[in-house]
């Protein structure tokens, strides 16, 4: 069974901080796909980054980072410089046998 | 180009009843998905189409059924329905190039269902 963990439920950051999000998954796939989706009051879940597990090279895109390490299961993402549009709830995901498996999600605050 | 579209975007029903709800994909995704997002339970897999063939089924009950159609549009349905089945139902598409060739799922704005 696929299981994706985001232990923080919410978390508050002030305008222009930095604020990382933790993801811990596990599988017994050796080929899977790992992803983090953002859900605004809307409602629809918004593709962010993609990760494979072959790829472990950690990247940035504009204020997104992402910390991928396999020997750890964790996949985190960082906001730099948050936004007041950044305010929103975070759901990294798993994908395995054509299927996502979310996590709880993280409901991120940025304050003015 | 157009995204996943979902229709209706609210639904009240009352318990014992049926629904259908639709999806459409974006132009040239085979690949349809359905999820369940509670407040208790968070985002579930409900199925997958590929096709207008099952592929995936996650842990519902049978009242939760769908399909496909030849043009990728996808219809769940849920009979009898229950209290707990209310929930925001979100559709996912995707381009399917093969196994372990996954590519992002770009998912609807939801149908809010409730049901009373």
């Known amino acids: 069974a696929q299981k994706v963990t985001q232990a923080q439920t919410e978390i508050s950051v002030v305008e222009k901080e930095d604020v990382t999000l933790d993801c811990v998954y596990e599988t017994r796939d050796t080929t899977y796909y790992l992803f983090w989706y953002k859900q605004p009051p809307s409602g629809e879940l918004v593709f962010l980054i993609r990760r494979n597990s072959f790829d472990e090279q950690n990247e940035i895109s504009g204020r997104y980072s992402w910390n991928f390490q396999k020997s750890t299961s964790s996949f985190n993402f960082t906001i730099t410089a948050s936004q007041v549009v950044d305010s929103a709830v975070y759901f990294c995901a798993l994908n395995g046998n054509n299927r996502l498996a979310f996590g709880k999600g993280n409901q991120v605050v940025v304050i003015p | 180009k157009a995204g996943v579209t979902q229709t209706p975007r609210y639904l009240i029903k009352t318990r014992g009843q049926q629904v259908t709800l639709s999806c459409s994909p974006i132009?040239?995704?085979?690949?349809v998905s359905w999820y369940q997002q509670t407040p208790g339970q968070g985002l579930q897999f409900l199925f997958e189409y590929f096709s207008e063939t099952q592929r995936n089924k996650g842990n519902f009950p049978g009242r939760f059924s769908g399909r496909q159609f030849s043009n990728s549009r996808s219809e769940m349905n849920v009979s009898t329905l229950e209290l707990g089945d209310s929930a925001l139902y979100l559709c996912?598409?995707?381009?399917?190039?093969?196994?372990?060739?996954?590519?992002?799922?770009?998912f609807g704005q939801g149908t809010r269902l409730t049901v009373v």
């Open positions: 132009s040239g995704h085979r690949s």
């Open positions: 996912a598409s995707s381009l399917y190039r093969g196994p372990y060739l996954n590519t992002e799922a770009f």
